[in-house]
C-alpha cells in the first residue's frame, strides 16, 4: 500500500465519520458526540493531507495555527446570543476559503510575469475551467452574502429589507453576466482574455451575493444563513472537483444537501416557501398590508402587574426575540422560580420559530437553566391555554399574532401560533409600539384582556422580581 | 470514467445528505447547521494541497489565505457547536 | 483513484441503503424484500456485457446463462412485488 | 458526448431510480408508484447496455426472451401464499447469475484449448481477482442457500431444522477452505493450477450455501431470505466490481445494505439476534426448554362454538400461520362479515411476525378483502383485550403464547404477544396436538378459559359459517 493509497483510504473513514456526526447531529442524546465524531473525521482529513508529498510547510503550519488561534478566540468570546451570526462569518470564511482554492488551482497552471502578461502552462480541461467558474461563483456568493447577513443580524447594517425599483432585474443581470462570462472562459480559459473574464466573474459573483442578501429582512437571515451553508458546502465539493479530491467532493456535498433540507424545514416552520423568503421583500413591503387594529393600548406598571402574578395560579410565558435582545433569560428564569414558589404552575411556551434562529429560545432557556420539564411546545400548550391565569409575553409578537388565524390578507396567514389571546389576561412585554419582525400590527396588544408592559424586558421582568422578593 | 465516478458519488452524497436530516427537532437546528457548516470547512484540505513547493507566489499565497479562512471556519464552527450543545446537555439532566 | 472512487460510491451506498428503509411498517417488509430482490438482478447488465462477440464459447454461453437467469429474476421479481402491492392497494380503498 | 458518456449517464438516472423506488417502497400509499419507478430504471439499464458495440445480439435477446418468458409466468400463476418461496427461488436465480458472470469474466481472459490446458491471456490483476473469488463465493452461497430455503418453504424439504454433530465446526472448514482457496487464485490467477483452485472455490461455496441453511428451522426462513437477498445485491455489486461497472456496484450495494437492516429489523420484531437466528438451531432443539404446561386440552365441537359466537358482543380474531396453510382467509372474512351482522364488534389482531414471513396475515387478509379498520395492531389490542367476550385464535400459536411473557426460561421469553389468555373466553383452532414454529408448550391452550376446536382452520370455519348461515 502506498502512501497516496493510505491517504485516500483515509479520506473514505473521515467521509464515514462525516456521515456518523451528521446523523448524530440530529438526536439530542447523541449531538454531541456526534459533533465530536466530525471533528475527528476533519482532523483525519487534515494530518494526512499534511502527508502528501511537496507541500511548503511553513506556510502551511503557519496558516492552520493563524487560522485556529482566531477560530477559538471567537468561539470562546462569543455570547450565546451572538452565535448566530459568528456562525454567518465562519461560513462566508469557508465559502472564501473554497474560492480562493479554486483560484489558486487557475493561478498554479498558469506562469504569471505580470497579472496581465502571462502564458497557461497546462492546458486547463474545459471541465476544470467549468468547475473553477462554479467554485468562484459559489464561493463568491457564499463570502459576500454571509458578511452581508452577519452584518444584519449584528445590526452592524440595519436589519430592514433594503429594495429599490428594478431590483430584480438587476440580479438578473448580475446572473446572466456571470453566465457569459463563465461560458467565455470555459470555452477558452487558455486565452489572455480569460484571466480578466475570470476576474470578472469573481466581481460579479461577489456583487451578487450582496444584493440578493439586500431585500431580505433581518429576521429572515437565519433561513439565509441555512441556505449559504449549504452553498458553502457545494462550494467546497465544487472546489474538490477543481482538484479532483473525493473527501472535498463526498463532505461539501453531504453539507449542501443537509443543508438545503434544513432550509426547507424551517421555511415550512414558518408556513412559507424558500422561493417567497427569497424574492419576496418580506419585511420591507408588507408594512401596509393587513387589517388595522381597532382599540387601544392599555399599559401598567410592572407594579400593577406584580399584584396580578401574586395572585396567579396558573402562568405561562412566551418569549420571543425581544428577550434575546434583551438577554433577559436569567430574570425569567428567576421569575419563573420565585412564581413557582408562590404556589403557581409556571409553563414555558416555546414557538418554533420565535426569535432568529431555530431553537433559539431553547438554547437561550437552557442557558438559564430552566428545567427541561418546564419547556411545553406550541401544540401542547394551545389547547389548555384558556385555563390559564396569566400570559406573559416576553418581546413576542408574529408568534402571538392572532392575525396569523384570522386575518387572509395578512402576509403571516397561516403561521401557527401560540394563542396568548385566550388566556384570562395577558401581559406583553415590549419597549414601545414597534413592530415584530414581519412589521405588522398585532391585534393582541389591542385586546380587552391585555395588559401592556412598556420597557426593556430584563428591566420589567427584574422590576418583578425585586417586588416578589420584596414582599 | 473517473469523472462519471465523482458523479456518482455526488449524486450518493445528494441523497444521503437528505436522508441524514429527515426529522430533525426544532430545537436542534441551529447547531446543526452550525456543526455541518464545521464540515463545509473540509476545503482546508485543498488549499493545504495548494500551498505545494511547486506553485508559484501568487497561488501559494492564495492557498495561505484560504488554509488561514478555512481553519478559523472548522476550528471555530466545531468549538461553538460544542458550546452550544452543551447548553442542551446542561438542560437534560 | 478509480478503485477508490468506487470505494466511496460502495460506501455512501451502503450508508444510503442503511437510512432509505429506517422506519418501513412491518406490513411492507415483505413487499419490500421482493423489489429489492428485483433490483439485485441489476447483474443482467453484466450478463449482457458478457456476452460479446470477442468472447469465447464457453463465457459466452455462461453469459447467456446469466442473462436468463437475472431476467427471470428482474421479470418476475417485479411482477410478483407488483401483485403483492395491488393486494394492499385493494385494502386502502 | 460519446456513446459511453451517455451510457454512464443513464447508469446515473437508473441509479437514482432505484434509490427512489426503495425509498417509496417503504410507505404504504407510495409503494406501487416506487416499485414501477424501480422497474423503469431497470429498463433503462438494459436498454442504454444494449447499445454498447460488439454485443451478440441473437444469443441476448435469446436469454432476455427465455427469462422474461419464465419470469412472466412464474409471476402469474403463483398463489398469494406461496409468494414467499417463489421470492427465494427468484433471489437465488439473481445470486447464480451474478455467479456466472464472474466466471465469465475469468473465462473471458483466458483462451481455453481444453478446459485443463489453458492459458491467461490477458492478465487479471490481483484485485480483480479478488473480486471475481468474492462474487463466486456470495453469489455461490445465496444462490444454493436459496435453493434450499425455498425447498424447505414450499415444503418439498422438511421445515425442520437439521443439525448434526460436528455442524459447525464442519461449516467453519469448509469456509476456511474458501478463503485458503481464495487467497490462493487471487494471488497467482494466472498459473495452471489456477482454474482448478477456483473451481474448488466454487464448488466450497455452493456447499456452504446448503449447510449454511440447513440447522436453521422453516419458520425462520424469512429472515434467511431476507439475508440471502442482502446477499444477492452484494454479489451483483462484487460482478460490478469484477466488470468495473458503477451500475452494478450501486444497486447491488443498495439492495446489499437495504437488506440487511431489514433483516435486523426482521430479527427483533421475534426479539431474536440474527445471529441467533442463524446458529441456535432453534426448532430443532429448543423443544426441551421452557416449563412444561399442566392443565388439559379441552375441545369444542365448532357447533359448541357457534352458540358462544352468536351471543358475543365483541370478537377479535387472531390469525396466524395456520391460517396461511389452510388457506382459511376467505372463510374467515365470511366469519367476520356474519357475527358484524349480528352485531358483533369484529376486529383481527395481527402480530408482526405472524405466519412465516412480516405482514404474511396483512397479504392474505387484503386478499380477502377484509376492510383496513378492521385490522389493529398489537398494541391497540392489548390493553382492551379483557373486555372481548371471544378471541378466536386461528393456527396461531408462539405469537399468543403467555410464556414469552412469563416464564423466564422459555426460549421466547421477551418477545411481544398478542394477550389472547385474557380474553373472556378464548377459542384455538388447530389440527392437534403439533406445536408451533418454535416447538414450545403452549400454556394457553390449557388454560381455563379456553376451549380447543381441532381440525384444518379452514373446515372449521366454513362449519361455523354455514351454522350461522341456517339459522
Ligand atoms: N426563529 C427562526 O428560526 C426565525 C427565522 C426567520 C425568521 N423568523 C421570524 O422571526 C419572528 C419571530 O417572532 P418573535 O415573536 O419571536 O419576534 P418578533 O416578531 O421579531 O417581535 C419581537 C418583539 O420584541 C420586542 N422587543 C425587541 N427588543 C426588546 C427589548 N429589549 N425588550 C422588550 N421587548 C423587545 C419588539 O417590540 P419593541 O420594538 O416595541 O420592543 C417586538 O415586538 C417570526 O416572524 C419568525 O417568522 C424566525
Ligand atoms: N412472520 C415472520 O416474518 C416470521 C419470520 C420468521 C419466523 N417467524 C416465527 O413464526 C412464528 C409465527 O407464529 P404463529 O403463531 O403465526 O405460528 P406458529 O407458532 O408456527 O403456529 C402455527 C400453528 O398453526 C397450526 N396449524 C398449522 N396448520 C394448520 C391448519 N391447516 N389448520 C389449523 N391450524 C393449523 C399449528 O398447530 P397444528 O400443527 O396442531 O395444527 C400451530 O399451532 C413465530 O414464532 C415467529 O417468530 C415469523
Partial sequence: ??????????????????????????????????????????????????????????????????????????????????MPELVALFNGFGGLASLLVGLAEYYRAKISNNLLESVL????????????????????????????????????????????????AFNTLLALGIIAAGILFSSSPATELAHAVLIAVLILSLLLGIF???????????????????????????AGFVINNNVLVVAGCLVGASGLILTVIMCKAMNRTLINVLVSGFGATTQANGAKSKGELKPISPEDAYYILEAAKSVIIIPGYGM????????????????????????????????????????????????YEQLAEMDDVNPMIEMVDVAIVIGANDVVNPAAGNDETSPIYGMPIIEAYKAKTTFCLKRGKGAGFSGLENQLFTATKTRMIYGDAKATITSMVAQFKES | MELILLLFVF????????????????????????????????????????????????????????????????VGGYMVTDRMLAMFKKKVK
Fill in chain 1, 1 to 82: 500500500m502506498n502512501a497516496s493509497t493510505i491517504v485516500n483510504l483515509s479520506y473514505i473513514v473521515a467521509a464515514i465519520l462525516f456521515i456518523f456526526g451528521i446523523k448524530m447531529l440530529g438526536k439530542a442524546d447523541t449531538a454531541k458526540r456526534g459533533n465530536l465524531l466530525s471533528a475527528v473525521g476533519m482532523l483525519l482529513a487534515v494530518i494526512v493531507t499534511l502527508l502528501s508529498k511537496g507541500l511548503s510547510y511553513p506556510l502551511i503550519i503557519g496558516g492552520l495555527a493563524l487560522g485556529g488561534a482566531v477560530g477559538f478566540v471567537a468561539a470562546k468570546r462569543v455570547q450565546m446570543t451572538g
Fill in chain 1, 121 to 168: 502552462i497546462e492546458e486547463l480541461s474545459s471541465f476544470t475551467a467549468t468547475v473553477i467558474v462554479l467554485t468562484i461563483l459559489i464561493g463568491g456568493i457564499t463570502f459576500t452574502g454571509s458578511i452581508y447577513a452577519w452584518g444584519k443580524l449584528s445590526g452592524k447594517l440595519g436589519g430592514r429589507a433594503l429594495t429599490f425599483t428594478g431590483q430584480k
Fill in chain 1, 212 to 238: 440578493a442578501v439586500m431585500p431580505i429582512g433581518g429576521g429572515d437571515m437565519p433561513v439565509v444563513i441555512s441556505l449559504l451553508n449549504s452553498c458553502s458546502g457545494l462550494a467546497a465539493c465544487a
Fill in chain 1, 324 to 371: 434575546a435582545v434583551s438577554q433577559a433569560q436569567h430574570a425569567v428564569k428567576e421569575l419563573g422560580t420565585l412564581l413557582e414558589e408562590n404556589d403557581c404552575e409556571v409553563r414555558f411556551a416555546i414557538h418554533p420559530v420565535a426569535g432568529r434562529m431555530p431553537g433559539h429560545m431553547n438554547v437561550l432557556l437552557a442557558e438559564a437553566d430552566v428545567p
Fill in chain 2, 11 to 74: 449524486v450518493l452524497a445528494s441523497f444521503l445528505g437528505f436522508e441524514l436530516i429527515a426529522k430533525v427537532p426544532s430545537q436542534l437546528h441551529t447547531p446543526l447547521m452550525s456543526g455541518s457548516n464545521a464540515i463545509s470547512g473540509i476545503t482546508v484540505v485543498g488549499a493545504i494541497l495548494a500551498v505545494n513547493t511547486s506553485s508559484s507566489g501568487l497561488s501559494a499565497w492564495l492557498g495561505f489565505a484560504a488554509i488561514v479562512l478555512a481553519t478559523i471556519n472548522v
